[in-house]
């Protein structure tokens, strides 16, 4: 039988009445044909609560026992779940990410899938259960375990999915496909049918909450179809998929993604010589901190400023590396500003279509927004505006390029 | 240097600030020179409320998602204890029972240890650590999740203590010691220094809480000693150890026990012919459910009268058995009476004392406190009675033998 992945997350699974509710879908996928293996979250604040209750020990929890203590949360939803199928006289069988074979690397609290080694699950779908794998959570080389970090359990489920060869791979959740913009910041916005590897990727790595980026990344290096879906609505949502170039044909953009939960970091009168920026880039991705929008202009008296956006959640981590790195190229200084907005246009027909990035700065300047950096991808444009200033131009930039219900931007 | 296995009861876990206090306990332990080993049971109410979350989906949950449901309890006590160590500049890393080498049999719910494989914690302790183990929790042979059912972590502490050859296995609980009797019932009651393994074994199967029989079963196994004591206060407890014929002298009585949680079940008319016993109890103790005081009496015209007690917890599953058992042995029909109370004295020393029995029975009728089954061991004499009698007769009889601090009872 052919296989399906489905991935609910920790607002479908928020209580035992939204358990049961998601026992039902997979039931209902179960009779319509497929082997369904189910990847979940924890449910609802669990993460956050038991995370809470670390903070109250220490700061500063030990990230080994961090990971042992956040695994829990989805032990609970994953058997829970597997308590309600079976109620529904469907059978299923629950595995931690250890038990279904999701190896990782050893960085506790932010680890990558390097390996899935699908065997009980494969065994136990042959068995006729219903499997339900914890996302989130593996087990590493040195036998320990270990989380993905916030947004894993998509990776984790579109990681099965290539591993068993699905036919797609199903991020149930509580929007109900990828849309031109938040729906909530501007009620016009579209939802795309389809959409790209490249752009969602660009989309996500933008804010777009929808999908974990790496998740995607995934998925395009081994070919897996995401259906991005509500968890609530039997309607149809997105497909993340290849697209052809001839399918893309007069398509120009694809949306707008606000983000407000990064920081501006600027490095002040760094020495410009060969080697600063790879000095600066590595020390902080050895530290699996996130960065974006790296930009750095032309050098006065042999210096320049070099500046990046990063998450405010990563603030004191971040410091500490700066403190240090500050020192060791002989820059002046660091400053951090959490009062900013990163506005990012993403479209993969940008790339034949010249005079995009002047019209994103034109809408911009209309609604008097200052733009203070920009940096493009070929199917990317951000600006860094002030926070404030975030939601107005969304809707401006969304306005401009014609993508609301109804508008030019349709596919 | 000498090991030492410490047990925390979920009382003793039960916030985040009680986890520091115990975090304080472990590392004065360390600190005095010992390689700890720690297990913990569930924070609180924990493994009840996760219990209450599964029967609100269903009734009968089923066995193994239960298992992987419960043991999330102690992940979560353990974890955060390593942080609370870990913080005070004390190295410690947590295992669950599956990474602790704690290998069961496979039944769920129930599992009984067959092995311990303490590579991983022998390693671990000698990489410095101090070691956390899950209670409750261990790994069936066909690699599932199990649990010891409840009061199942003290076996586990008792088990990794002979596994690890540990100079002692300390029970740190909310009662700082064995008592002659329950001090709520019968506040007079005396704190025992030393208690022998087979006098605890009947005190715990006659009903008294400080310790689950299994783990002392376990330990005189083993040649464990426990020491029973407080998690809150430093002071000595009572140790469960071996006890010479020599310090028995004079010693006649260690405690009265009242348990108020089993029910009185009897098979009408059973007829009386050889095997019938043998497929009663086989039936039973094939559903694990633990009985006691099995009493049968001569019978009249073929026929006869079985009773046992058995928790009223498992009332349910009970009558389930017994409805079969009664139409397949041939019997009139099976009674259950949850109204009743089982009182039991208990005591090494009772062997070379005749006449401990009839001083017990004399001290119940002269309360008024009608007898309705009676059961002896060559260490305990039980009684049951109705419910409402139950805690005066423990005080009738713990002042008959004089157990009362000061009396003449002791040791």
């Known amino acids: 039988m052919p296989i399906i992945v489905q991935k609910y997350g920790g607002t479908s699974v928020g209580s035992t009445d939204r358990l049961r509710h998601v026992a039902d879908r997979v039931v209902q996928a179960k009779e319509a044909g497929y082997d369904v293996v189910v990847v979940v979250s924890a449910m609802g604040e669990t993460t956050d609560d038991l995370l809470a209750m670390a903070n109250q020990i220490t700061p500063t929890p030990e990230p080994r026992e961090l990971d042992m203590l956040l695994t829990a949360g989805e032990r609970i939803a994953m058997s829970l779940l597997a308590i309600a199928i079976n109620a529904r006289g469907c059978k299923a069988a629950s595995y931690t990410g250890s038990q279904a074979g999701i190896i990782t690397d050893t960085q506790h609290g932010k680890a990558k899938i390097v390996e899935i080694r699908p065997k009980r699950v494969l065994e136990s779908i042959q ?27 998509d990776t984790t489920a579109v990681a099965m999915a290539a591993a068993l060869g699905a036919d797609a791979c199903e991020i149930c959740t509580d929007v109900d496909g990828v849309y031109t913009a938040d729906p909530r910041v501007e009620p016009r916005a579209r939802k795309l049918p389809v959409v790209s590897y490249d752009e969602m990727m660009e989309l996500a790595a933008a804010g777009a909450k929808v999908l974990q980026s790496r998740s995607v990344e995934y998925a395009r290096r081994h070919g897996v179809r995401i259906h991005v879906r509500s968890s609530f609505e039997d309607v149809p949502g997105t497909w993340v998929q290849e697209v052809d170039e001839e399918q893309m044909e007069g398509v120009m953009i694809s949306g707008v993604a606000l983000d407000v939960e990064e920081a501006k970091v600027t490095l002040d009168r760094v020495p410009d010589r060969p080697g600063v920026a790879a000095t600066v880039f590595r020390a902080i ?49 660091f400053t951090l500003d959490d009062g900013v907005a990163k506005i990012s246009l993403v479209g993969a027909g940008m790339k034949s279509h010249p005079g995009v990035a002047a019209d994103m700065f034109d809408a911009l300047a209309a609604e008097g927004v200052n733009i203070e950096m920009i940096s493009t991808s070929p199917i990317r444009i951000s600006c860094v505006v002030r926070k404030q200033d975030g939601e107005r131009a969304l809707r401006a930039v969304h306005a401009r390029f014609g993508l609301e219900d109804g508008g030019s931007g349709e596919r």
Chains 1, 2 share one sequence.
């Open 285 to 333: 991705a050895s530290e699996a901190i996130n960065i974006d929008m790296i930009v750095q202009n032309v050098s006065h008296d042999g210096r320049t400023d070099l500046s990046f956006t990063a998450p405010i959640a990563e603030r004191a981590h971040l410091e500490a590396v700066l403190d240090r790195i500050v020192k060791e190229i002989g820059a002046e200084r």
């Open 127 to 153: 068995a006729g259960n219903v499997v339900i794998v914890a996302g989130f959570q593996g087990l590493s080389s040195s036998y320990e375990i270990t989380t993905l970090g916030r947004g894993g359990s």
